[in-house]
């Protein structure tokens, strides 16, 4: 077989077309991103981004029932939103393959909560499959549509970060040619309502009890003996690191992490002196093997953000080393909107107006950040709209404007009913779409507003103004937030309304419209060092010890910002940008 450097999110990908998959279907979200990304470049699969992961997750349902194989993917927040298609979706069971990969993301590199969505397989009652590395990532989601079709199932493949974005080696195969079955009506599978949706509880109860005795006799699970005086159960990333961190012991690999092999954990329990959990996040595995009358040793290892080796060999008292020496005293690298970014100049005109911002998620998440400081509340995709809404009604602003800010993708995520529900109880107060054009934050993949599908094929791109007007808002406004003068002036009008406005800031993100402008520089002569530009977030503009700004030429894209706030016209146009940083 042939043998390839993958990421896991790559692997997944593989996996689903070597598998015969006929249909990709999620929302863009790290670290699960790169897996429809790299299934679309593979002939013979139809991929798609969907507005949100609810509607993902419905598509391949539909897809399913149609008597094809389906790949639905999105990030641990995003099952969230999944969640009401996928509780029903198990009693139905699946025509075709029905496979759903989500990213958890131990250690909140990306996301605003840490989840264990091992839970939501328990939970769903939904077989979940974890692998360990890229091979198993291939390996385990070709296994996931097999079961999904024997069992009559949706099944979950769960990844992390560290298994979504290393590389290894993997040996890939062909793509198999899966006959697909007719649609054919069945209310009684099909239809949930109660009196068929009780029948289907009981046919789910069923297929859980298969699927136990399945687990307990799969390859998908295995015992690797050791030495006998410890035995460790284990699943996902941490297998590698307790590999690398307690070389001599016995492990349970768990590969199937729901419905538990719970024969194969007690065969395991009897031949081990000591059993111990490692698992990041929540103790899954650990209760549920309490709950079997097993004794499981304390490891003191924290259910908060990820684990390494070296913290898994210590608490287990042993020396093997972290691969690096921990790096103290580093300058702090806050994340910061990028140079030209259209988003600083609505969030310098909400701080002008001393706005309370509830804002949502996106790289306009960044404005929270000093030295803009704009943003009061962020809580997941769409809450901005209601939580304006919800805090306008207390008016705990006191007589500050209440100010929702929300990018174009997620708008179309979950936005739209926000804003529904203002107009429909006579609401209040001023919602800020961003609109640069993109999903900026995982990767500028297309959107329904940016009028490109996840191929880059061109899409109706959806009018924000248009819709705003027809969901019966009073006032809607389209403004460049490069003119920094004019989002003022339009944040400051229609801030003092007594109705609804929404304010569209229309301008494409820096990153995917290189400006043709000339960076500009500080003539340190006119300079007052007043710090105003600084206090833009603009990358491109530091301070030297001295209190001197200066502005890196290198990384400058003439976006004009820092030019209209400076009121001693001590920023001028240098000409092309040099290969290397500073000013005049």
């Keep these: 077989m042939a043998r390839s450097l993958m990421s896991g999110n790559e692997a997944v990908a593989r996996g689903a077309w070597e598998s015969g998959v006929f249909v990709g279907v999620g929302y863009p979200g790290t670290p699960s991103t790169e897996v429809l990304e790299n299934l679309s470049k ?53 025509g ?111 297929r859980m009890e298969r699927l136990s005795a399945f687990s307990n006799e799969c390859d998908l699970n295995r015992i690797e003996m050791r030495d006998p005086a410890l035995g460790v159960v284990v699943s996902g990333i941490v297998y590698e690191y307790v590999r ?46 309490r709950s079997l009358g097993i004794d499981v040793v304390e490891t003191g290892l924290s259910t908060i953000g990820e684990l390494t080796p070296g913290l898994i060999s210590r608490a287990f ?27 600083r100049g609505v969030y310098w005109a909400l701080g002008k107006l001393k706005a309370v911002v509830t804002g949502d998620i996106g790289c306009y998440t960044l404005g929270a950040l000093p030295p803009l400081s704009a943003m009061d509340t962020c809580v997941c995709m769409g809450a901005s709209v209601g939580m304006a809404h919800g805090l306008g009604i207390t008016g705990a602003a006191e ?24 107009v429909y109880n006579g609401a209040a107060g001023t919602i800020v779409i961003l609109d640069n054009r993109t999903t900026a934050m995982t990767g500028h993949q297309g959107n329904p507003v940016s009028g490109k599908t996840l191929s880059g094929a061109p899409a109706p791109a959806l009018d924000l103004a248009a819709l705003c007007s027809a969901l019966g808002v009073d006032s809607v406004r389209t403004v460049d937030p490069l003119d920094m003068t004019a989002t003022l002036a339009v944040l400051t009008e229609e801030t003092k309304r007594d109705t609804l406005s929404v304010i569209i800031a229309k301008s494409p993100c820096a990153l995917i419209v290189r400006s043709d402008a000339d960076p500009v520089a500080i003539d340190e002569e006119l300079c007052t060092r007043c710090g105003v530009c600084v206090r833009l977030g603009c990358p491109a503009i530091m301070k030297l010890p001295s209190g001197q700004p200066v502005i890196d030429t290198a990384i400058c894209v003439g976006c004009g910002q820092c030019v209209q ?7 001028v146009t240098v000409g092309p940008a040099c290969d290397f940083g500073g000013g005049l």
């Design 317 to 343: 008292g042993a020396t093997t080393p972290e691969l690096r020496d921990e790096i103290s005293d580093l300058p702090p690298r806050p994340p910061l909107l990028c140079p030209g970014c259209p988003h």
């Design 42 to 94: 593979y002939d013979d699969v139809t991929c798609q981004w969907a507005p949100n992961e609810k509607v993902a997750a419905e598509v391949g349902a539909g897809v399913s029932y149609g008597g094809k194989r389906t790949l639905v993917t999105m990030k641990h927040v995003g099952l969230n939103v999944a969640a009401d298609p996928l509780f029903t979706l198990s009693y139905i069971g699946v």
């Design 565 to 571: 706030v400076c009121r001693y016209d001590a920023i």
């Design 96 to 206: 075709g393959g029905y496979v759903l990969l989500v990213a958890d993301d131990p250690g909140m590199h990306s996301s605003q909560n840490e989840q264990d969505s091992r839970n939501y397989a328990a939970f769903a009652k939904v077989p979940m499959l974890e692998p360990s590395d890229s091979q198993e990532a291939l390996d385990f989601t070709r296994a996931a549509f097999e079961i999904s079709e024997q069992f009559d199932t949706p099944v979950l493949i769960r990844s992390t970060t560290r298994i979504s974005h290393s590389k290894s080696l993997v040996e890939v195969g062909e793509r198999n040619t899966v006959a697909s079955a007719e649609f054919k009506q069945h209310p009684g599978k099909w239809v949930m309502m109660p009196a068929n949706a009780r029948a289907r509880r009981v046919d789910l109860e069923a």
């Design 399 to 422: 007589g500050r404007p209440v100010v929702g800010v929300i990018g174009d993708s997620t708008f179309a995520h979950s936005g739209i009913t926000g804003v529904l529900d203002m």
């Design 244 to 289: 690398e961190a307690l070389p001599e012991a016995s492990i349970l690999k768990i590969g199937m992490v729901n419905p538990l092999p719970e024969a194969l954990i007690t065969e395991f329990a009897s031949k081990v002196d000591r059993l111990a959990v490692v698992e990041e996040l929540d103790p899954y595995l650990s209760s549920r093997l």
